[in-house]
């Protein structure tokens, strides 16, 4: 039982390049979350997903895209990456949340120059 | 909307005890409760559900004022592993939760 795996751990992208952070699950979770990390800013929601086929926007969704093809796999894409978005990004999900809580990842640590 | 979180910050002696509070303009479905180490991702404590109650596991509790959409996290008799920033996580619709920027908490011996 892995639980929650993202990678890359770490990640340096030009401003304007794309790239997909993955993040798996092996305890089939129907809920899966992104949240973004900032100093100060707390952890913020993304994306997030109540199934197969089914997302849903968070606070921040702008420039990033997501899908949920599979229970197990719910990746996020950067369109275009922008100095803005230099953060660590943590994917999260969940049995059922309001029994077990959130199991989170163990993060990807993302820098855009 | 993320919710407010307070204090920021707060420094404790061992066996001291500290109260964090968080709190919703919007209805809440639930209230979580996680720590995060420093480095480290967040690890869920406890979550509690609409109907006010209180929930805990040993010296950490927390009670939901479900009407002023309100949480508290109580933590007595601390110890040095209590230290790192909590943060509370309220669902405001059906599995979209939010977090508060977070409460510093430190132990010093």
């Known amino acids: 039982n892995a639980g929650v795996t993202q990678t890359p751990k770490f990640q340096v992208l030009k401003t304007g390049q794309s790239m997909t952070l993955q993040c798996a699950q092996d305890?089939?979770?129907?809920?899966m979350s992104w949240y973004r990390q900032d100093p100060g800013m707390g952890l913020r929601l993304i994306h997030y997903?109540?199934?197969?086929?089914?997302?849903d926007q968070g606070e921040v969704p702008n420039g990033y895209n997501v899908s949920r093809s599979t229970t197990e796999d719910f990746p996020l894409r950067l369109l275009s990456a922008a100095p803005s978005q230099t953060s660590v990004y943590f994917c999260?999900?969940?049995?059922?949340?309001?029994?077990?809580?959130?199991?989170f990842g163990s993060g990807t640590r993302l820098t855009v120059v | 909307q993320q919710p407010v979180q307070s204090p920021q910050a707060v420094i404790l002696r061992e066996g001291e005890d500290a109260v964090i509070n968080c709190s919703s303009s919007?209805?809440?479905?639930?209230v979580h409760w996680y720590r995060q180490k420093h480095g480290e991702a967040p690890v869920f404590l406890m979550i509690l559900l609409k109907g006010g109650e209180q929930k805990g596991h040993e010296k950490i509790s927390a009670s939901f004022n479900e009407k002023k959409q309100q949480s508290s996290l109580y933590l007595t008799a601390s110890q040095l592993s209590y230290s790192g920033t909590y943060f509370c996580?309220?669902?405001?619709?059906?599995?979209?939760?939010?977090f508060g920027i977070g409460t510093k908490l430190q132990v010093i011996p």
């Open positions: 919007k209805a809440l479905y639930s």
């Open positions: 996580g309220t669902e405001t619709s059906y599995q979209k939760v939010t």
């Open positions: 997903s109540v199934g197969a086929g089914i997302t």
């Open positions: 305890m089939n979770h129907e809920y």
């Open positions: 999260a999900s969940s049995y059922s949340s309001r029994i077990y809580g959130y199991t």
